[in-house]
């Protein structure tokens, strides 16, 4: 699903217009990064699931072209972890 289909089926669920459906979801995604950004970073939606922020470790990789060692700086990601009602729904 992309986003522009998940706002029209937002609009259509909720019985908004596409662009509130747009400005609901554009406000959701940026509290959810806002929240991620933060020193201990998490965002739990009961029923959905967790997003949490974890550091990766700086690591040796390998170039696939040519099979020269590299290595990759550490970073942070985003992890999330599905709830219970949506591993049941699917």
């Known amino acids: 699903m992309t986003k522009a289909e ?4 937002m ?3 909720a019985g908004i217009t596409k662009l ?3 400005k609901a979801l554009e406000s959701f995604m940026d509290s959810v990064t ?3 950004k933060k020193k201990d970073g998490k965002v739990t939606l009961v029923g ?3 997003f949490t922020k974890v550091k990766r470790k ?3 990789g390998r170039n696939p072209q040519t099979g020269e060692s590299m290595k990759i700086k550490a970073c942070n990601v985003v992890k999330f972890k599905p709830g ?3 591993k049941e729904g699917i």
């Open 6 to 9: 998940l706002v029209e089926q």
């Open 11 to 13: 609009s259509k669920d």
């Open 20 to 22: 509130s459906a747009a």
């Open 34 to 36: 806002k929240s991620l």
């Open 48 to 50: 959905f699931g967790t």
């Open 58 to 60: 700086a690591r040796t």
């Open 84 to 86: 219970k009602k949506l």
